[in-house]
């Protein structure tokens, strides 16, 4: 399975940018799906989750400012970004819970990061 990260790039504080993951290869189905993001010398933090049916977890660093949203269809995870901030600036991942088949237990997956840089 391969998950194919998009839409990073550079953007004034209070603008937006929309992040996209589109998962590919033997997959039978998709449990969870996340967006991670790192910044050089800290851990990786989570910033949103979304399970299957759509249920939302986020980081309280970004509540009200993001969206989590996920096509099933297409495999595919997005991050809405709005009012952004410098201390958004970071590598951003996205990982998912694949499924497949029905005997073995699933894994988790990560994407290769997409960098957003938000300038003050």
């Known amino acids: 399975v391969q998950l194919q990260a998009s839409g990073g790039g550079l953007v004034q504080a209070g603008g937006s940018l929309r992040l996209s993951c589109a998962a590919s290869?033997?997959?039978?189905?998709?449990?969870?799906m996340a967006w991670y993001r790192q910044v050089p010398e800290k851990q990786r933090e989570l910033v949103a989750w979304?399970?299957?049916?759509?249920?939302?977890t986020y980081a309280d660093s970004v509540k009200g400012r993001f969206t989590i949203s996920r096509d099933n269809a297409k495999n595919t995870v997005y991050l809405q970004m709005n009012s952004l901030k410098p201390e958004d600036t970071a590598v951003y991942y996205c990982?998912?819970?694949?499924?497949?088949?029905?005997?073995?237990?699933?894994?988790?997956?990560w994407g290769q990061g997409t960098l957003v840089t938000v300038s003050s």
């Open positions: 979304i399970l299957a049916d759509s249920s939302a």
């Open positions: 290869g033997s997959i039978f189905s998709i449990d969870g």
């Open positions: 990982s998912a819970i694949v499924m497949h088949n029905l005997r073995s237990p699933a894994r988790n997956y």
